[in-house]
């Protein structure tokens, strides 16, 4: 399953960041349970992680929402639709 599958729905914040960094094999073998704090304390991976998914959502990849919590999704337009090379 990739990125686009698991977020497929609106997700808040922590499971977005969980699951892209799932995506990029930081969280292999781990639930969320073992790594929420990465997503809850103040540091650089969970920032990281976080700065990511705004940058997918500045590239046109996601979609962001701040209500009723801070979510992201998967366009449903393709990402790559408008880009030139």
């Known amino acids: 399953m990739g990125l ?3 977020l497929a729905e609106w997700t808040d914040v922590d499971g977005a960041q ?3 960094g799932r995506t990029v094999s ?11 704090w990465v997503f809850w304390s103040n540091n650089p991976l969970g920032q990281a992680l976080c700065d990511m998914l705004h940058a997918l959502v500045e ?3 996601l979609e962001y929402r701040d209500e009723p919590d801070h979510q992201f999704r ?6 790559l639709d408008g880009l030139t090379a």
């Open 4 to 6: 686009a599958d698991a």
């Open 18 to 20: 969980y699951e892209l």
């Open 26 to 36: 930081l969280f292999t073998d781990r639930t969320f349970a073992q790594v929420k």
């Open 74 to 79: 998967w366009k449903t337009a393709a990402p």
């Open 59 to 61: 590239a046109g990849v």
